[in-house]
């Protein structure tokens, strides 16, 4: 089992930022990618970004290269989504997953590729 528990979200105005952070417990040893995925009221969970955890390999959903970036430091099991130039668009509920299988392929960007999800948090964009 692996626990994921997200933090760092709150109300932030257009063109702030805001890094929000994913800490692990559990069977970390056995996380092969860590994901970040948000869902807004009526649509699907989306991809944001993706780390691999024993190397350092990471990719981005294109509505956020430049403006996010995934981070992880293996010694706190944390893994980080810094958040540049949001934008009201940007408003979700962010989630952070894990997947303890090997990736059929790289980079997995679909919700079914992660099998351990935390509770999510509220990032709110005012413009």
């Known amino acids: 089992q692996v626990q994921l528990v997200e933090s760092g979200g709150g109300l932030v105005q257009a063109g702030g930022s805001l890094r929000l952070s994913c800490t692990t417990s559990g069977r970390i040893g056995s996380i092969y990618t860590m994901g970040w995925f948000r869902q807004a009221p009526g649509k699907e969970r989306e991809f944001q970004a993706v780390?691999?955890?024993?190397?350092?390999?990471?990719d981005y959903a294109e509505s956020v290269k430049g403006r996010f970036t995934i981070s992880r430091d293996n010694a706190k099991n944390t893994v980080y989504l810094q958040m540049n130039s949001l934008q009201s668009e940007d408003t979700a509920v962010y989630y952070c997953?894990?997947?303890?299988?090997?990736?059929?392929?790289?980079?997995?960007?679909?919700?079914?590729?992660?099998?351990?999800w935390g509770q999510g948090t509220q990032v709110t964009v005012s413009s």
């Open positions: 997953a894990a997947n303890t299988g090997l990736p059929a392929a790289w980079p997995p960007k679909t919700p079914r590729s992660y099998n351990y």
């Open positions: 780390i691999s955890w024993n190397i350092y390999k990471t």
